[in-house]
């Protein structure tokens, strides 16, 4: 009787195994059941050939020229930024903004004797309305210490464009001790060289840099001349 039941138990453990088998193998083949996993892609780094070390950078390789990155920059002025990093050691940069108009309020209050139309009245007050920027640069980028990775250098030159509108307000006394009120409207354009040296960290992990810089601009067309020393810091997002 024991060896009947053993009998019986091993047979039933057999087909078990069997039908398990088989219906495993079926699965196996047939595509509903199968899991398609796509094949892992080789992570990309940044990795500047101009560095000894590399910096981990999720998403793009940067030592893939050109790349490009755009930010902001706030300081004098607080613009719009575009970077295009061309080969190794050479990128363009593009500014557009306004100006920091409180920097500004002396070298316009000088400007207002210099117009002979104002020769006999008397100055009170002024309010910039408007003084946009624009800024385009040719930089050569070095690399920074090697005590810290990701920091650059860079020096450059290019050209600035001014667009200023403001308005004077002063007195003057049409009938002798009647003094009166006047306002009166001026445009400015302004445009000139302009010399710039910064520095430049890239962030590990992120496509992100931040920068410091100052720049000197010349303005050739006005007369004073507009000469100022001009600066800021800002984020850019590379892509």
């Known amino acids: 009787m024991a060896n009947s039941i053993s009998f019986i138990l091993v047979r039933s453990l057999i087909i078990i195994t069997l039908f398990f088998s088989i219906a495993f193998s079926a699965t196996a083949q047939d595509p509903f059941y199968q899991v398609n996993r796509p094949a892992k892609k080789k992570q990309s780094y940044k990795f500047r050939k101009n560095r000894k070390m590399a910096q981990i950078c999720p998403g793009m390789n940067l030592s893939d020229y050109p790349y490009q990155a755009l930010g902001v920059k706030i300081g004098d002025p607080f613009a719009v930024t575009y970077k295009i990093y061309v080969v190794e050691h050479l990128a363009v940069v593009m500014d557009f903004g306004t100006a920091a108009k409180g ?134 997002f590379r892509f």
């Open 103 to 236: 920097l500004y309020q002396n070298y316009h209050r000088d400007r207002f004797d210099q117009y002979p139309e104002y020769d006999t009245v008397t100055y009170s007050n002024q309010q910039i309305n408007r003084d946009l920027v624009l800024q385009t640069r040719v930089l050569y980028q070095g690399n920074g210490p090697k005590a810290v990775p990701g920091l650059d250098w860079y020096v450059g030159a290019g050209w600035q464009w001014r667009f200023i509108d403001l308005r004077y307000e002063y007195t003057f006394e049409p009938i002798p001790n009647s003094p009166e009120v006047g306002f009166d409207s001026k445009s400015l354009n302004a445009t000139g060289p302009e010399a710039t040296v910064g520095v430049e960290y890239a962030y590990d992990q992120m496509p992100v840099t931040a920068f410091f810089e100052l720049n000197y601009f010349w303005g050739l067309n006005v007369d004073p001349q507009l000469t100022r020393l001009m600066g800021g810091a800002g984020l850019r």
